[in-house]
């Protein structure tokens, strides 16, 4: 027979997990997520309850940009039409979100060096003539980060407005003494979801890991590469990322998501002076940005790339530091094998962060079972983000491979509709693959348990 003689501790802590498990089941997690966390609530109720209400929440509140649509009714899934291309489609089905979301016209260049990409922004801030936003998940006060605080102080000093914007967890170990110089030239400056803000406290788990930086609203830059001297390195020791040097209007769509961040983090509504002249000019690629992150009800993260792997036809190749799909994408992934389609992921064969690494290796074996080829890159850490579809569109993001990306962080991802384009990437991609080797398990005298160790980790990924 049941006791029900308990005291008040008790009933406290089962009132704590009810609420919890209803907040659970309220939230829009996967369906493996919430499980997960229900298990890990009642298992442990001392430290799950806490973690789930500090780290557990999908949507961020609050944040609701002006380029964001309603929720569309029943009668607007009717109207739609089937499209043909690959640019159709992604146009129909991501302008259905908002204005930003619409493709525009601009320059692209890959910049895969790093420290060519600090040249480039470094030279682009020195030219500024009205204003530079700058936005970073990481900024390290190394001597590239110091080189970027100096070329800011000085613009301050000319007039120029300019605006710093950083996630506080990811430069957590930047102290605030950095900031003094560039506050007294006048540079504004902001933390995204600063960790001791006790009114958004519950969102710690929610960062905005975009990278950005704009100028005079004519050029901008955006990719993977954050502010630090990791970038300049060389084998062995190299970290390889991707970024884009971006000119033309759809500069004005980067800006746009910088304006909501800034106006999110700070509460002001800022307003730039943008070029008449970029509208005149013949520009060769259409470019599409999607923003994406837990503030939208419809997991445009997720979207993005189920719909990527969905619309190929004969290849798709990936590289991400960090592979971790859900069970969506991975079948996705399976059944584009199935059709024919050439499936290539390109992972890093060293690890930044051991944890997420075993999560990598066990899924990418699972996946190399299933047919997709699955490599690893060699002289060092890789940690650029793409995606290349077929032979005319390539994707240069923020978002990795992962449901962090899918669900939890403010990420930027970049389509650039066009075979030229296309064709850039595709080279890229193949001199990353000629210093990379085919995914190997471990030996089979140790595989046994590096496949229990990693497995084991994955029980804990849908609550990353």
């Known amino acids: 027979m049941i006791n029900w003689n308990f005291g008040w501790p008790e009933f406290f802590i089962y009132m704590l997990v009810g609420l919890t498990i209803l907040k659970i089941l309220d939230t829009r997690h996967n369906t493996a997520a919430s499980v997960s966390w229900i298990w890990a ?38 109207q739609l039409t089937p499209k043909k ?44 003539k009205s204003f530079i ?13 110091r080189a970027l605080k100096e070329h800011l102080i000085r613009k301050a000093n000319e007039g120029v407005k300019v605006y710093l914007l950083i996630d506080k ?47 005079d609203g004519i050029e901008a830059f955006a990719g993977g590469v954050n502010i630090g001297e990791e970038y300049t390195r060389r084998a062995p020791n190299l970290w390889r990322d991707t970024h884009l040097k971006i000119e033309g209007p759809v500069v004005k769509n980067l800006l746009d998501i910088f304006r909501e961040d800034w106006l ?10 943008v070029s ?36 190929v036809e004969k290849r798709i190749w990936v590289s991400t530091p960090y592979f971790i799909p859900d069970d969506y994408l991975q079948r996705d992934l399976e059944l584009a094998v199935l059709r024919g389609v050439d499936v290539r992921i390109l992972i890093p064969k060293f690890a930044s962060k051991r944890f997420v690494h075993m999560l ?27 995606v290349l579809l077929d032979d005319d569109v390539a994707s240069v993001s923020t978002s990795n491979f992962d449901n962090r990306a899918m669900y939890l962080n403010f990420e930027t991802n970049i389509l650039i509709l066009d075979r030229d384009f296309a064709s850039k990437v595709e080279s890229m991609l193949e001199n990353d693959l000629s210093f990379s080797s085919e995914f190997k398990p471990e030996i089979r005298k140790i595989r046994k348990l590096i496949k229990l160790r990693n497995n084991g980790a994955r029980i804990l990924a849908p609550l990353l």
């Open 41 to 78: 609530v009642i298992a442990l109720p001392w430290i799950s309850v806490p973690l789930y209400w500090f780290v557990g929440g999908r949507r961020v509140k609050g944040f609701a940009p002006q380029w964001s649509k309603a929720p569309r009714s029943s009668d607007f899934y009717r």
């Open 85 to 128: 291309t690959k640019e159709e489609r992604f146009e129909q089905i991501f302008s259905s979100f908002g204005d930003v979301y619409r493709p525009n016209q601009g320059q692209a260049e890959l910049l895969v060096d790093g420290k060519k990409t600090f040249e480039e922004i470094f030279l682009a801030i020195s030219q500024a």
């Open 133 to 145: 936003v700058v936005q970073y998940y990481i900024l390290r006060s190394d001597s590239i980060g």
């Open 169 to 215: 967890l990811g430069s957590f170990g930047l102290k605030e003494e950095f900031f003094f110089a560039l506050k007294d030239s006048g540079v504004r400056f902001a933390h995204f979801l600063p960790l001791m803000n006790l009114g958004r406290i519950f969102f710690i788990n929610n960062r905005n890991h975009r990278k950005l930086v704009v100028v």
């Open 264 to 273: 999110f983090a700070t509460g002001e509504i800022l307003e730039f002076p």
């Open 276 to 311: 008449g002249s970029l509208g005149s000019k013949a520009w060769p690629y259409s470019i599409q940005v999607i923003p994406t992150g837990p503030y939208d009800r419809n997991n445009i993260g997720g979207m993005v790339f189920s719909e990527m792997i969905q619309t």
């Open 360 to 386: 990598t290796l066990s899924y990418a074996e699972q996946m190399q079972n299933r047919g997709v080829k699955i490599y690893t890159y060699e002289p060092g850490f890789l940690h650029q983000k793409i």
